[in-house]
């Protein structure tokens, strides 16, 4: 059991270039998130999914493209890369959370992104 | 939303127990306390959740205040392996299901051998 997986680990990207991160999740949750750490800002949320072909806009949705195509999976694309995106970006999932429901978020363990 | 303030760093000496302060004079009836740590170069972990009662789990404790604008974590017997930056967390439970974490900046806890 794998929790949540986070490829690449690190990248270095020229500005202007684009990618695309991958989170992997193998606990059926429902809930999907990602988050940029900044120093000095702790996590800031970008986008979440709340389902299988569902996108929601976070704190910080500028730049940032997301899609949860299959209920494993959710996607951060970077269209068009710049200096202010260097940072460490935290991918995180969670069981259906209804009601009063307060299931724990589980994180992976980070992509490290610098653009030059 | 509602917010909350912690101590920027914390010290405390290996096998002794450790107080982690939280305020949260603005918190809701309907907010969680959540709190959740970070060791270096890793994602959070949940650490522990509760809402007016006091809570424990294997990994800590959570005492709440009586009016809950506070809340204290407690790790009873610090190791080295607990030195971590750790994060108190107002979550908002509504029936539409809000599952959005706001971190701030939390207390880095310092173990010292």
């Known amino acids: 059991n794998a929790g949540v997986t986070q490829t690449p680990k690190f990248r270095v990207l020229k500005t202007g270039q684009s990618m695309t991160l991958l989170c992997a999740q193998d606990m059926n949750h429902e809930y999907m998130y990602w988050y940029r750490q900044d120093p000095g800002m702790g996590l800031r949320l970008i986008h979440y999914s709340v389902g299988e072909g569902t996108t929601a806009k976070g704190e910080v949705p500028d730049g940032y493209n997301v899609s949860r195509l299959k209920k494993q999976n959710f996607l951060l694309g970077l269209e068009s890369a710049a200096p202010s995106q260097t940072s460490v970006y935290f991918c995180?999932?969670?069981?259906?959370?209804?009601?009063?429901?307060?299931?724990?978020?589980?994180f992976g363990d980070g992509t490290r992104l610098s653009i030059l | 939303d509602a917010k909350t303030t912690q101590p920027n760093s914390m010290e405390s000496n290996e096998e002794e127990p450790v107080h982690l302060p939280c305020n949260h004079s603005t918190i809701s009836g309907t907010d969680y306390i959540h709190w959740y740590r970070q060791l270096p170069s890793q994602g959070p972990e949940y650490v522990i959740h509760g809402l007016t009662s006091n809570v424990n789990n294997r990994m800590a404790s959570l005492a709440i205040a009586e009016d809950r604008k506070s809340s204290t974590l407690i790790l009873h017997r610090a190791t080295l392996r607990d030195a971590a930056v750790y994060y108190c967390?107002?979550?908002?439970?509504?029936?539409?299901?809000?599952?959005?974490?706001?971190f701030g900046t939390g207390t880095r806890l310092t173990i010292i051998p």
């Open positions: 995180a999932s969670s069981y259906s959370p209804t009601g009063i429901n307060n299931q724990p978020q589980h």
């Open positions: 967390i107002l979550r908002a439970i509504s029936n539409f299901g809000n599952e959005k974490l706001t």
